[in-house]
């Protein structure tokens, strides 16, 4: 019996079916790592976990009774160092592959989780030990993140121990050195010492695109959450070979390269890169036969720039995307060069999948998709009133009942800033959306993003979306700028693709092309040509970024 049949139904026959029928058992001791992957590993031993290989040519493949034991010898090695259940420790990994014996053992253990992008910066780092009260930080070894936690220690008392991936540094405790002097077996702790589905289990730092990153708590039942993810989402099966692209510290690695998918069965393909080449990128997904692949818009629309006729797609069976909403453009030349239809999903840190174009979904390029099965998902006004079909709306779920799995426990720290978005059984997204006549869910901005001008509203993705329709726009960003006239006016943050250069009589052909795609009033009055765009360690474009440069901007002009 497959693994994932413990936990769920998965025969659905459609989206109504899937909708009234669907519900996640989540048992009261549910750990990942136990259940999971050490469950497939007894079952099946040699069945393929992960193929990873580096821009270097190294290659490796790791079964589930490799994980087994890598994390056992883990869980052994960070138990001898004093790690224990609630401890929280830092992973800033990037792609290697000791960041999953590394996530499991602490799963075992029953500590908490915290991945970190190896672009934080040493104040970043600081911030995060003080703010979580971290205990242990495990680091790929290399000249940067060295810089980075140097004298880490001496700022933060509460910083045990630092411990290297892949090399010695100063007093660093080598990893790759020590586990093996520990056993390949770990026992499930009981009593006081084992965990429950309610306990602390991972914990993310937001982007932080509006301010100080929120501390983001999830607890042992999350994985299951995932199910939703990779199972309906991403249609993975135990045949599938799967890439995500994401880095360990983001949290769309949760999304795409550990639970959803080892619940499946499904192997994970993990490229270890350091830049971002979209042509090495599809040569992977050639070579090594993915079958199924997601990634972030941004990929999308490099990716739909290159030659596909150069690589063999022809294994590639589902293309996925989330993180920001896809351009119909993207959608549709993605869909003529390969024949597939690049499937939505929608969610967040705090959250799980929670709007996709699932299996049974007809495809609406430039749609979300529709509710994920076990999220009572509705849109409001400001009086909290339900919407009516294409009225724009604060995107909310309801929680009177019982909190989805999967959704957040909380902001860790903050049980204010928690109450401000989640009181009375509601917890508000912060995103704007509104909902057709057939159901369709479709994403307009965050709150804080939504544009006024001349008394009109104007949603930043629908215009950003026209302007992806013109051949030379490779990437955009709209934002407000003030207007003593207007309120405000549309200004477009545009990087160029290869080939075109800045001009006046480009910023007006732009103009008009975005009036004659979509509503007059919606053109962007200011035009910037810049070669790149402020972007969080998530991949996210800042737009409250570019609006307090042109505040700065404004303020230096008038001095």
Request: overall charge neutral; glycine content about 6%.
């Amino acid at each position: 019996m497959p693994i994932i049949d413990k936990y769920v139904r998965t025969d659905f026959k459609s989206y109504e079916d899937f909708i009234l029928n669907f519900k996640i058992d989540v048992p009261d001791n549910f750990n990942f790592a136990f259940d999971i992957v050490d469950a497939i590993a007894d079952k099946t031993p040699d069945k393929k976990a992960m193929v990873w290989c580096n821009e270097e040519g190294e290659e490796k493949t790791f079964t589930f009774k490799d994980m087994k034991e890598k994390s056992a010898q883990t869980a052994n090695f960070l138990q001898s160092l004093g790690i224990k259940k609630g401890d929280r420790v830092l992973l800033m990994l990037k792609r290697r592959y000791e960041y999953w014996f590394c996530a499991l053992a602490l799963h075992k253990i029953g500590a908490v989780l915290i991945p970190g992008t190896h672009l934080l910066t040493h104040k970043d780092v600081v911030y995060r030990v003080h703010s979580a009260g971290i205990k242990m930080i495990i680091a790929v070894y290399e000249e940067r993140m060295t810089e980075i936690l140097k004298d880490v220690r001496k700022e933060t008392p509460e910083l045990h121990q630092i411990i290297s991936a892949n090399g010695v540094y100063e007093d660093w405790i080598d990893y790759s050195k020590e586990i093996e002097k520990f056993s390949k077996t770990f026992n499930r702790p009981q009593g006081k010492d084992a965990n429950t589905k309610d306990d602390p289990f991972l914990l993310y730092f937001t982007s932080g695109t509006t301010g100080m990153p929120k501390m983001v708590m999830h607890n042992y039942s999350y994985p299951l959450g995932h199910i939703l993810t990779a199972k309906f989402w991403q249609n993975l099966t135990p045949e599938s070979l799967h890439l995500t692209v994401a880095e360990t510290g983001w949290a769309k690695a949760s999304w795409g390269k550990i639970y959803g998918q080892w619940i499946c069965e499904a192997c994970i393909f993990v490229y270890d890169f350091e830049r971002f080449h979209y042509q090495e990128l599809l040569k992977k997904v050639s070579d090594y036969k993915i079958t199924s692949f997601c990634a972030p818009p941004t990929v999308y629309r490099y990716m739909i720039k290159e030659d596909f006729s150069k690589y063999d797609l022809s294994h590639l069976k589902y293309a996925e995307t989330a993180g920001e909403p896809l351009n119909p453009e993207v959608f549709n030349q993605f869909k003529e060069m390969t024949g597939l239809e690049i499937k939505e999903g929608f969610g967040q840190t705090e959250t799980v999948c929670m709007i996709a174009t699932f299996p049974w979904v007809k495809s609406k390029p430039g749609a979300l998709g529709k509710p994920s099965a076990g999220w009572d998902l509705d849109i409001v006004d400001d009086e909290n009133k339900p919407c009516l079909p294409n009225q724009e709306g604060h995107l909310i779920v309801r929680t009177h009942h019982k909190n989805p799995t999967g959704l957040f426990c909380g902001y860790y720290k903050d049980e204010p800033l928690t109450q401000k978005i989640w009181s009375q059984g509601i917890y508000n997204t912060g995103d704007k959306v509104y909902k057709d006549e057939d159901g369709y869910f479709w994403f307009i901005g965050r709150a804080d993003d939504v544009i006024k001008s001349s008394g009109y509203r104007i949603g930043p993705f629908e215009v950003e979306s026209a302007l992806m329709e013109h051949p030379c726009v490779l990437e955009c960003a709209i934002t407000a700028v003030p207007d003593e006239v207007r309120g405000f006016v549309v200004k477009a943050t545009i990087i160029l693709a290869k080939g075109y250069k800045a001009s006046e009589e480009l910023k007006k052909e732009l103009q008009e092309h975005v009036k004659k795609i979509t509503a007059p009033y919606k053109y962007p009055r200011i035009i910037d040509f810049v070669d790149e765009l402020p972007k969080t360690i998530s991949g996210k474009i800042k737009r409250a970024h570019i609006r307090e440069s042109d505040k700065n901007r404004k303020s230096n002009k008038e001095k």
